[in-house]
């Protein structure tokens, strides 16, 4: 799985995933900061990108269009900030999370959310 992670993140959770072999980076290092959510999942899809976020509410409801629409999407990951909060001590502990979870193997991502 490649990650990439929402605006919301800071970049050492990438920088430590791929210290650990994880193939992962921030909207900011593709330049993709400024693109709208729909977008943002078309990029994400042509890259092979699963991404991170903690807006929910936006790409369930984008996910579930393209869905009806028969598009495809790379994956959604969802967290949250009252679980993750934006700390150092909570970013530590998301980089550990989402390095377990790519660890679990190389099923497949398509279409695929879920909550962290």
Not at 4 to 11: E, K, N, V
Not at 18 to 23: D, E, K, L, P, S
Not at 89 to 114: K, N, P, T, V
Request: negative net charge.
């Amino acid at each position: 799985m490649k990650l990439i992670l929402d605006h919301h993140y800071q970049a050492a959770i990438a920088v430590g995933l791929r210290r650990r072999g994880v193939t992962a980076a921030t909207l900011l290092e593709h330049g993709w900061q400024v693109l709208d959510d729909d977008a943002l999942l078309d990029a994400c899809l042509a890259d092979g990108l699963t991404l991170v976020t903690n807006n929910v509410a936006d790409f369930t409801v984008l996910a579930r269009q393209w869905q009806v629409q028969g598009r495809s999407h790379c994956g959604l990951i969802f967290t949250s900030d009252r679980r993750w909060p934006r700390t150092r001590d909570g970013s530590a502990a998301l980089s550990a999370a989402l390095f377990d979870l790519c660890r679990g193997g190389d099923e497949s991502w398509i279409d695929r959310m879920h909550w962290l």
